[in-house]
């Protein structure tokens, strides 16, 4: 069955340009997550969502960081004036309960920040 | 959470059994420890959890010791497509709210032939 996808899968951005980066959860999935994963490092929690309610923002790393899922389904990260340090791949996860153990990765957005 | 330590890498021969291990010292006594693989250029995938008895599914098994302070992930015939990084997490299991992920380095676990 289809599972959680994630595009662009690669971005080559410009310092200092805004980028979108699109999560499309399971269907039915109430719970979303992202994650940043720095190079050699494992996933950081970014922010989450319950449908369309942003419930914790706690791991953006700044204020150029900024997520929505308006209609509960489909969600974006946006980052705006990109810097190098925003260089790493996006993980988007999403899960129908609250338990971890249902909560299924895309294949993540491997952004280049140049 | 509490904090996890890892090797951080380990290699097996393929059909071999691999042992992954974990220290989890401060682990409180309503954390979960959590198993999560990672795949070269996948998203982590969910492997297999447990409280204090072991566990064992499809995929794996979990031998936690009586004082949870570690455990071992058991991949009992390691294949070639079990390369990946693993990730011991050690997470609180909510009846409400949500649960989000701490992720460390993992072990880099190289199945060789």
């Known amino acids: 069955g289809a599972g959680v996808s994630q595009s662009p899968r690669y971005k080559v951005a410009k310092r200092g340009q805004d980028v979108a980066l699109r999560c499309d959860p399971i269907?039915?999935?109430?719970?979303l997550f992202w994650y940043q994963q720095a190079l050699g490092q494992g996933p950081e929690f970014l922010t989450y969502?319950?449908?369309?309610?942003?419930?914790?923002k706690s791991g953006l790393p700044s204020d150029r960081f900024f997520a929505e899922r308006p209609e509960g389904s489909v969600s974006t990260l946006k980052i705006q004036r990109t810097q190098q340090e925003d260089s790493a791949v996006y993980l988007c996860?999403?899960?129908?309960?609250?338990?971890?153990?249902?909560?299924?990765f895309g294949p993540g957005t491997r952004l280049l920040v140049l | 959470d509490a904090k996890t330590t890892q090797p951080p890498s380990m290699d097996c021969a393929e059909g071999r059994a691999a042992n992954l291990p974990c220290n989890h010292s401060?682990?409180?006594?309503?954390?979960?420890v959590y198993w999560y693989r990672q795949i070269h250029s996948q998203g982590p995938q969910y492997i297999i959890h447990?409280?204090?008895n072991n566990e064992t599914n499809e995929m794996a098994s979990l031998i936690i010791t009586e004082d949870r302070k570690s455990s071992t992930l058991i991949l009992p015939h390691a294949t070639l497509r079990d390369t990946a990084v693993y990730y011991c997490?050690?997470?609180?299991?909510?009846?409400?709210?949500?649960?989000?992920?701490?992720f460390g380095k993992g072990t880099m676990l190289l199945v060789s032939p």
């Open positions: 996860a999403s899960s129908l309960v609250w338990d971890i153990k249902t909560q299924y």
């Open positions: 401060t682990i409180s006594g309503n954390e979960y």
């Open positions: 269907s039915g999935h109430v719970s």
């Open positions: 997490i050690v997470r609180v299991a909510r009846d409400s709210g949500y649960s989000t992920l701490t």
């Open positions: 969502f319950q449908n369309e309610a942003q419930l914790d």
């Open positions: 447990g409280l204090k």
